[in-house]
C-alpha cells in the first residue's frame, strides 16, 4: 500500500541560511550555531534557541549536530544526522522504508519557536530562506514532499510567500495556532487566506509555542509544552471557525497537526454549546455577540475540508472518527523527533478498535486528498 505520513520533519542546519537562499542584505545576520555541554543552539539576534529553561521556554529538535557531531539529545535518535538534516536524501528514504511509509510530507523544527526575533524584516528573511532551501533540496522527490512557512507579521510579505511556495512545488502552508498574540479572524490577516485560496495550497496549523502571551506564563518546559505548545492548534481551528474565515473562503483545506485527536470533541461541542446560546438567546438582545459565522461548527467539518491528526495510540480515535468521519483523520509520523513513536504506520494498522476502511482512509487516501498527492 502507499501509505503516506502527513507530518514528518527537519532538522534545521548551517546551509538552510546560506548564501545561496539568505536574502543578501540579511547575511550580516545569519543564524549561527554554538555548542555547549554536548549540546547546540542556534544564536539569531543575539538570542540562543532553543531555550529549555525559564520564561517563554520551548524546546527544539535542531540544532542536531555541532562541527558534524550529533549533540546528547540527537545521539539517543535511532535515525541518522544526514536523515534528520536531510543532508543525504537516500538516508531519510531508508528510514521511511523501514517504517513502511510510502511519502512524507516534511514540516519545520526552529520554526516551531515564535517570535526567533523582534526584526520582522530578518524572520521574513529567515523565512523565506527555509523555503528556497528545503524546495531546492527536494526539488523532483516525489517521495518527500514539503510544507512550507509564512511570516504571519507580515502579511504582505506572507503573501509573497505563500506564492513562491506555490512555484518551489510545497504541498502546504505551515502556520502555528496563533499569529503571534493575533487569532486566524484578525482581518489583517484575510490577504494570506486569499492567497492560499488562490493557490489551492492547504493550511497547515501545527502545534508550537505561537503566542508570546501564553508562552511567557511559564518557566518550566513541562506545563509549556501542554498548553502553551498545544492549545494554540485549538484556538487555531476556533478562530476559523467563529471569525468566519471558512465562509469566507469555503474550499479552503485545513489540517491540524501533532495535538493528537481527543481534544477535538471538547472543542467542538463547546462551540456548539457556545453558538447556540449566543445565536439564540445572548444576540436577542445585543446584536454584536451574534456570531460571525453562518452554519453551526460541525457543518464546517461534514464538508470534508477539515482533517485531523491523530497519534497511533489515542485511545479515543473511535469516538473522534464516529463524532467528524473516517473521511477527516490522517497521521503523523513526526520523525525524526525524539519524542516520536516508530513504526507508527504498523500501530495504527494493528488497532483492533477501527475499521479497516478507516484505517486505509487514514493511512492513504485522507492524506493523498488533504494535500494533492496522486494515489
Known amino acids: ?19 545561496k537562499y539568505l536574502d543578501p542584505a540579511f547575511r550580516p545576520l545569519r543564524p549561527t550555531v554554538i555548542g555547549r555541554d554536548g549540546l547546540a543552539y542556534w544564536v539569531i539576534d543575539e538570542q540562543m534557541f532553543p531555550r529549555r529553561v525559564g520564561k517563554g521556554c520551548n524546546n527544539l529538535g535542531t540544532p542536531a549536530s555541532y562541527d558534524g557531531k550529533p549533540t546528547r539529545h540527537t545521539a539517543l535518535k535511532p535515525d541518522s544526522i544526514e536523515s534528520m538534516e536531510l543532508t543525504d536524501i537516500g538516508a531519510r528514504l531508508r528510514s521511511m522504508d523501514e517504517e513502511e511509509i510510502a511519502i512524507q510530507v516534511v514540516y519545520p523544527s526552529l520554526f516551531l519557536a ?3 526575533t523582534s526584526n520582522t524584516a530578518l524572520s521574513t528573511a529567515l523565512y523565506s530562506s527555509y523555503n528556497r532551501w528545503l524546495g531546492d533540496r527536494l ?14 507579521d507580515d502579511v504582505g510579505a506572507a503573501v509573497q510567500q505563500v506564492r513562491e511556495a506555490k512555484s518551489l512545488g510545497a504541498s502546504a502552508v505551515m502556520v502555528l495556532g496563533t499569529a503571534g498574540d493575533l487569532t486566524f479572524d484578525h482581518p489583517t490577516l484575510l490577504p494570506f487566506f486569499e492567497s492560499l485560496a488562490q493557490t489551492n495550497l492547504p493550511l497547515a496549523v501545527h502545534v508550537g509555542w505561537s503566542c508570546p502571551a501564553l508562552n511567557n506564563i511559564y518557566s518550566h518546559i513541562y506545563p509549556s ?4 505548545f498545544l492549545v494554540p492548534v485549538m484556538m487555531g481551528l476556533v478562530a476559523l471557525i467563529s471569525g468566519g474565515v471558512l465562509d469566507r473562503f469555503p474550499d479552503l483545506r485545513v489540517t491540524f497537526r501533532e495535538a493528537g485527536c481527543q481534544w477535538v470533541h471538547f472543542v467542538l461541542e463547546r462551540m456548539d454549546h457556545r453558538f447556540r446560546r449566543t445565536r439564540n438567546q445572548l444576540s436577542t438582545f445585543h446584536s454584536q455577540t451574534a456570531p460571525h459565522h453562518d452554519l453551526p461548527p460541525m457543518e464546517y467539518v461534514r464538508k470534508g475540508n477539515l482533517f485531523f491528526s491523530t497519534e497511533a495510540d489515542d485511545v479515543l480515535l473511535p469516538q473522534v472518527i464516529d463524532l467528524v468521519g473516517e473521511d477527516n483523520m490522517v497521521f503523523g509520523s513526526d520523525m525524526p523527533h525524539g519524542d516520536r513513536e516508530p513504526f507508527v504506520v504498523r500501530k495504527v494498522k494493528e488497532r ?4 479497516d476502511s478507516a484505517k486505509l482512509k487514514i493511512l492513504e487516501s485522507n492524506p493523498a486528498r488533504l494535500y494533492g498527492l496522486p494515489l
Open 139 to 152: 526539488s523532483g522527490n516525489e517521495r518527500i514532499q514539503w510544507a512550507a512557512i509564512a511570516n504571519l
Open 1 to 19: 500500500m502507499k501509505y503516506i505520513d502527513a507530518d514528518g520533519h527537519v532538522e534545521e542546519c548551517l546551509p538552510t541560511f546560506s548564501d
Open 114 to 116: 515564535y517570535p526567533l
Open 352 to 355: 483492533k478498535d477501527i475499521s
Open 225 to 228: 509544552g501542554v498548553i502553551a
